[in-house]
């Protein structure tokens, strides 16, 4: 099977989200998560914070990322694994391929022509609140 990860970064404020601009398809030119794939003897939580310092710069000693859902696609016998964490300071972000961007948190994330995955960042973004409402955020 094939894993994969998003990794869904808030900043210290919680007011914005991390995201990437796609510069291929699919949804080349879409506002996306950043993550990417499992390497071989490689555990899932390993996977998620080496691609988020691959991707941004981002370590471990700024975010605690906590294991939100999985969504498993039978047909393609493919994993996402889906993280999300705060930060715990200012950071420089350091861009890999895709340009990086904060966009506010209130934003439509169920916009498809905006955000990659017909809904599904929208659904994420909701799902990831309940814990920040719920104060069991880090």
């Known amino acids: 099977m094939r894993k994969l990860n998003l990794i869904l970064v808030y900043n210290k404020d919680e007011d914005k989200i991390l995201m990437c601009k796609r510069e291929k398809e699919p ?15 490689e555990n899932e939580l390993e996977a998620a914070y080496r691609e988020l310092e691959e991707e941004t710069g981002i370590t471990n ?29 200012e950071i420089e972000l350091v861009e890999e391929v895709n340009k990086l ?3 506010n948190s209130d934003s439509n994330f169920f916009d498809s022509n ?20 719920g104060s069991k955020f880090n």
């Open 27 to 41: 949804y080349k030119g879409k506002f996306n998560l950043v993550g990417g794939k499992l390497e071989e003897n």
């Open 61 to 89: 000693k700024e975010i605690k990322l906590n294991h939100l859902m999985n969504f498993q696609y039978i047909m393609e016998d493919t994993q996402l694994e889906v993280y999300f964490g705060k930060l715990n300071k």
């Open 101 to 103: 961007y904060w966009i």
């Open 114 to 133: 905006k955000f990659a995955g017909e809904g599904n960042i929208g659904h994420l973004v909701k799902q990831a609140k309940i814990y920040i409402d």
